[in-house]
């Protein structure tokens, strides 16, 4: 069964028949609130060689509240959401559900977020940029794999590096953030 379920809107498609299943399908969850973006995900899903459900969810409020979410095998999860951000959802998501696999989509690459998410059971962190195949992202979770992107890959590897002790010292945690960015 493949499909898309938008569960903030009461307009929902049916799912889609794209070949007779043998196995249960791949839940898959979205949490993103652009329209945009969701038939980008929606598209890039329909050359998945897997039967999968998608739903979609405007906030990180509305899905968890919805039970339909803690069914799920996968969940793609923004950062930058209006009220709850999807760090936040993360880590309660991994504490609530810890069989759902998190993936972290952003345009934000700063190492607090990255790593905020990871320590939060995030699986992956992809920037949306660098976004290019989806189903090998589903693939690749499934199997038990997890995923970054180039970028993300770099200041994860960079984080490890020695620091020089002076830079930053005496700084606040905050001045330190200020001067990250």
């Keep these: 069964?493949?499909?898309?379920?938008?569960l903030d809107?009461?307009?929902?498609?049916?799912?889609?028949?794209?070949?007779?299943?043998?196995?249960?399908?791949?839940?898959?969850?979205?949490?993103?609130?652009d329209p945009d973006y969701h038939r980008r995900i929606e598209s890039?899903?329909?050359?998945?060689?897997?039967?999968?459900?998608l739903r979609i969810w405007n906030s990180a409020e509305s899905?968890?509240?919805?039970?339909a979410a803690?069914?799920?095998?996968?969940?793609?999860?923004?950062?930058?959401?209006?009220g709850m951000d999807g760090v936040e959802l993360a880590g309660r998501v991994a504490e609530r559900d810890e069989h759902i696999r998190i993936v972290m989509l952003s345009n934000m690459n700063s190492?607090?977020?990255?790593?905020?998410?990871?320590?939060?059971?995030?699986?992956?962190?992809?920037?949306?940029?660098?976004l290019n195949d989806i189903p090998a992202t589903v693939r690749t979770i499934m199997d038990g794999g997890a995923i970054i992107t180039p970028t993300?890959?770099?200041?994860?590897?960079?984080?490890?590096?020695?620091?020089?002790?002076?830079?930053?010292?005496?700084?606040?945690?905050r001045e330190k953030q200020v001067l990250e960015l």
């Design 70 to 82: 803690r069914k799920l095998d996968l969940l793609l999860l923004d950062i930058k959401l209006p």
């Design 152 to 173: 993300i890959a770099y200041r994860v590897m960079s984080s490890f590096k020695k620091t020089n002790p002076v830079m930053g010292a005496g700084l606040t945690e």
């Design 44 to 53: 890039e899903l329909n050359s998945l060689d897997d039967p999968y459900k």
């Design 111 to 130: 190492d607090r977020l990255i790593f905020q998410a990871l320590r939060n059971g995030a699986v992956g962190y992809i920037l949306k940029s660098e």
């Design 9 to 33: 809107n009461p307009m929902t498609e049916q799912p889609k028949q794209k070949k007779q299943q043998t196995t249960d399908p791949i839940q898959i969850g979205l949490v993103e609130n």
């Design 1 to 6: 069964m493949y499909g898309l379920e938008l």
């Design 63 to 67: 899905f968890w509240r919805d039970a």
